[in-house]
């Protein structure tokens, strides 16, 4: 049922409830800002959300949902190629008063109508196992069946670090009372030899059969060195770091890679593998991690132990999509308006590309002065320009994530909340380097499966999707093969998005001012990316330069929530200063 809005103007329409477009959705309204949020999909989250094993299978089949009044032919027709375009235009502004708001600055005739492009970046593939070709037990096979609808595949799981950005702004933001968490017990490293586990505190380090002697001293020698200040309990094993946030001493020279910074300090090849991929978590090779990054990144994992137990990472019940949703939820506490099943089909601009308003699928012309937007609701021929085998999408690369459902854990020990294993991987045809990829695997407690079952994803990623599929297919091959679990999968599944270097949208940006494009595909599992990029988008958005030519903020992002108690002593003494003098009220 189409329906239409009262409102004729807002501040900002955000596209897509993705994880960024709904942190900036969320921050924008806490900020008083009107918000009208719309997504093609029914279901929060767009490309950041959580299925179920139904609807992955339907979307796998069917495509990504469009908006139930987007035309079929959107992709076939150009920016406003006629005169009846531009006549139909003119109508539809004076049918919705919308002249009233743009006329002063800019005559109707000088607006200009551009078509979006509405799809999707990201395809899914599932493939359920069968009786006849399995070595599960039928019985397990009809358990899993009957409760497939139990399941919660992430299409783009996360992990929180305990000290990162995410769940700091979930703690001062309020919105992390409409979530909850629980901790990544076990972290591993895979190597063609052997599962290690990654040590979480000192007594572990040095009861670590996978460490020669000398190696133990060289590596907790390098954490007190290059670590921020911490000391390690080294007795019981619920001892774990507990170290002084933001306080580190030593530095890595300008310009040094992390390779050269590990190797210097005489660790072996197992523990700069170890350090790079466990505790910095970087998927880049080491010769092309830059020291700083990589330490940093080091830093904020070791910070994060000992703050809600002896692991570092956090994991959402229920799914990431339970994230976006959160923020969601806040956008509407403060105001936001919501319509899912609804798109943007068209963006309006005047002649030298100011955004002045954009055209939802219903039909509905609304004015805005604002438009933030995934890559899937770009200008269509933008889109078709970047999407060009000679454009820029050459600086783009290909995400790949296997979904395995198993009966019983993947890992050693069953993670009833989760466990991460990061792996070297193996060279691929075409690569310069091996590609290194990612495994996260929850269980039960997450509330994601029924019990007796467990999802794992393996994430890789290449500038050639089949190089990518190739890595994470062997990284799944070697995982399930090393823990004997070939013949416990009941189902898989497949997610395939493109990721965009966001440099491609600088020109974009540029040319439509007030356009800004977020949620162009993330590889990691740590979501400090997704925050980074919507407090940059909304300072983009509320900042103006003073007089002493600096460019300055006007609005907070995502302030503390009011506190109940103060804003109930302002009111009464509100109360009292008008009873003393009746002429304040």
Known sequence: MTFLLDEKHFD??????????????????????????????????GVDGTLSIDEFETISNQGWPSSPNTSTNR????????????????????????????????PLPELKLHDTFNGSDMALHAAATQSSESCVPAEVLDDFKTQSRRFCIDLNPIVAASSGEMVDCLIHSGVGKYMEFKLIEHVYLSTEENLHAVPAHKG?????????????????????EYGPSFSFDAGADAGAAVPEKGSSNKQARTGQSFASLLDENGLSPLLQQFIARTLSFTDLPLEECSAEDGLAAMRTYLESMGRYGKAAFLTPLYGAGEAAQAFCRLSAVFGGVFALGYTVTNLVTRSNGAL????????????????????????????????????????????????????????PQQPAAGSICP???????????????????????????????????????????????????????????????????????????????????DEVQEQFKGLHVVGIGRHEWDCRAPFRKAKEVFNAMFSDAGKDGETHV????????????????????????????????
């Not at 076939?76 to 009846?84: A, I, K």
């Not at 460490?211 to 390098?222: D, E, H, S, T, Y």
């Not at 590609?435 to 994803?457: A, H, R």
Request: overall charge negative; charged content about 25%; aromatic content about 6%.
């Open 12 to 45: 900002v329409v955000v596209v897509g409830t993705g994880l960024e477009q709904a942190v900036v959705s969320a921050a924008c309204a806490r900020a008083g800002k009107s918000v009208l949020h719309v997504d093609p999909c029914t279901h929060y989250g």
């Open 75 to 106: 992709q076939e027709s150009s920016d406003c190629e006629t005169e009846d375009d531009g006549d139909m235009l003119l109508a539809e502004f004076a049918a919705a008063r919308f002249d009233d708001i743009v006329k002063q600055e800019c």
């Open 204 to 224: 572990e380090v040095f009861r670590s059969k996978a460490i020669p002697p000398l190696q133990k001293r060289a590596l907790m020698k390098f954490l007190k």
């Open 356 to 411: 002045v308003g954009v055209k939802l699928s219903n039909g509905q012309i609304i004015s805005c002065d604002h438009v933030v937007t995934s890559p899937h609701c770009l200008p269509l021929a933008i889109k078709e320009r970047l999407c060009a085998k000679d454009g820029p999408s050459a600086q783009s690369s290909t995400s790949v994530r296997e979904v395995v459902v198993t009966h019983g854990s993947v890992f």
């Open 423 to 505: 792996s070297p991987g193996s060279e691929a045809e075409g690569e310069k380097h091996s590609i290194p990829c990612w495994t996260l695997g929850v269980g039960n407690e997450t509330e994601v499966c029924p019990k007796d079952f467990s999802i794992t994803y393996i994430l890789g990623r290449s500038t050639e999707e089949q190089v990518a599929e190739s890595a994470v297919q062997g990284a799944s091959r070697q995982l399930l093969s090393s823990t004997s679990k070939d013949d416990s999968v009941v189902w898989r599944g497949r997610v395939t998005q493109r990721i965009f270097h966001s440099s491609i949208f």
């Open 554 to 585: 006007a609005l907070e992002f995502l302030p503390p929530l009011p506190d109940p108690d103060a804003e109930e002593e302002r009111r009464e003494l509100e109360r009292e200063l008008n009873e003393l003098d009746p002429s304040n009220e």
